[in-house]
């Protein structure tokens, strides 16, 4: 049976080294034995980028064992990720339409270093996510009228679960700074990832979701970042790239609660009048066209037989 749109789960940030994938390839074929359906292989670049970081993913094909069974991570969709660490105002440059290497990645985020740039990349429209180190300090001041912003242009704000597994001092920084951004965003646009360099890091999607619950979030909210905030923030990159809107189409049945009001109650109207009105009044103005055309061979038959 099909998935529910709400029921697939997604993890945005698998940690991608060009320099030795294996890992990452052991990370999605993990991901997909724990249930999640799309996985984003993230390469991060520190400083300014150069041309060795253009299309620097390259996606894992897998081959059927001796058994002709695939891997579960045959059956995970990858996207690919790009993650900007910038520290220097002069780097948001590069976060421009036409640059062909945000072009050649899915997903876009930002790692900002200072407040000027923090208030950058929530006013941008080339980015999908804001992402920090959740595990340190932050280098900025989370203020709700700068992050409303990023919220107003569709960005998301991640919360990489793995740094929650560091020693003891990382994991109370990582839940002191995490409930700030919480409270500063009212948990709106709040995007959960594994952030895991290895499948060790790995968790299964309830696992986060209670963990999540911690930070003051409910579980319904939770899963939300699990599942539909990660595929709104696909759904953000392939309209930036396109530079067009698009339409998504939904079942019925797939539609959460609170989005049932999308769906009429009654019939629909057309001009003022339903479907079966409008159908009434074509027939009645059918009607005297036929009768006007069934007259005129009785009127031409009559006058036949007054010239014989």
């Not at 698009?246 to 479907?275: C, F, H, Y």
């Amino acid at each position: 049976p099909a998935v529910s749109s709400n029921n697939m789960f997604f993890d945005l940030n698998i940690v991608y080294d060009k320099g030795s994938t294996t890992a990452a390839k052991e990370a999605v074929n993990t991901a997909g034995m724990l249930g999640y359906n799309t996985v984003a292989l993230n390469y991060t670049v520190r400083g300014k980028p150069g041309s060795p970081d253009v299309g620097a993913i390259t996606k894992f094909t897998y081959e059927p064992d001796q058994s002709g069974q695939k891997p579960h991570g045959a059956s995970v969709e990858q996207l690919t990720r790009l993650t900007l660490v910038l520290d220097d105002n002069a780097q948001s440059m590069i976060l421009t339409p036409n640059n062909p290497l945000l072009q050649s990645y899915d997903i876009i985020a930002v790692q900002p270093g200072t407040d000027a740039l923090l208030l950058k990349c929530c006013q941008s429209t080339e980015i999908d996510i804001i992402t920090f180190d959740m595990s340190q300090r932050l280098p900025v001041k989370l203020r709700p009228a700068i992050l409303s912003q990023a919220v107003d242009h569709g960005i998301y704000f991640e919360v990489p679960l793995s740094q929650a597994f560091k020693d003891a001092l990382a994991r109370r920084i990582f839940i002191s700074n995490v409930t700030e951004l919480v409270k500063v965003t009212r948990g709106k646009n709040i995007l959960f990832t594994s952030g895991a360099s290895t499948s060790l890091n790995l968790r299964a999607p309830y696992d986060f979701i209670n963990l999540g619950t911690i930070f003051g979030i409910e579980a319904a909210s939770a899963k939300k970042s699990l599942t539909i905030f990660p595929r709104s923030v696909v759904y953000h990159a392939k309209t930036r790239k396109t530079e067009r809107g698009m339409i998504q189409v939904t079942n019925i049945s797939d539609l959460a609660p609170e989005e049932r009001w999308k769906v009429p109650q009654e019939p629909q109207q057309l001009g003022g009048l339903d479907a079966d009105a409008d159908d009434d009044a074509m027939d009645v103005d059918d009607k005297p066209q036929h009768k006007q055309q069934a007259g005129k061979p009785n009127q031409k038959q009559g006058g036949n037989k007054q010239q014989q």
